[in-house]
């Protein structure tokens, strides 16, 4: 069975890197990757040790510069770089991973299919890579820096896995 693809924002690797479960996500099934220009100016300086634990870093071509261009004519609230994480997604055949509320918007409206932290936590639970209690502490640390996540459904589903 291929591994399969999850195309990330910045967004989500951050949750999990401010409750210290980054380097936990490369455990789970999953190829994680990220596009280029986005690594460069969002994650190489405060993580680049990312390609070595397992993110890929991928090139995309005039198609997905196009689609990026096009994306932006109708989604003027998420940033170039999401939408450039959106358009490399859907050349790829792959799923979206944000936590950002306009990305998933325009996902939502382009038919992408897309995920969030909860979901990683979910699976990382489910693949039991860490515990229940653990996820939960988890949101605790996401909460307790300022990250934004429905915290109340969060908790809930998070708690039904047990």
């Known amino acids: 069975m291929a591994t399969r693809l999850l195309i990330s924002d910045s967004n989500v690797l951050i949750d999990f ?55 932006r004519a109708r989604h003027k609230r998420p940033g170039f770089n999401d939408l450039m994480a959106l358009a490399l997604a859907r050349s790829l055949d792959a799923e979206l991973l944000t936590g950002d509320r306009h990305l998933r918007e325009a996902a939502k409206i382009e038919g992408q299919a897309c995920r969030g932290s909860i979901w990683l936590l979910e699976e990382l639970v489910r693949s039991r890579v860490i515990t229940v209690g653990q996820s939960l502490d988890a949101l605790d640390a996401m909460e307790d820096v300022g990250r934004r996540l429905p915290w109340k459904d969060a908790k809930k589903r998070l708690s039904e896995l047990k």
Do not use: M, N, W
């Open 17 to 71: 890197d401010c409750c210290g479960l980054l380097e936990s996500i490369f455990a789970l099934p999953y190829e994680f990757a990220v596009p280029d220009i986005l690594y460069l100016e969002e994650l190489r300086g405060q993580h680049s040790d990312l390609p070595a634990l397992g993110l890929s870093v991928r090139k995309f071509g005039p198609e997905v510069t196009a689609d990026i261009q096009s994306l």
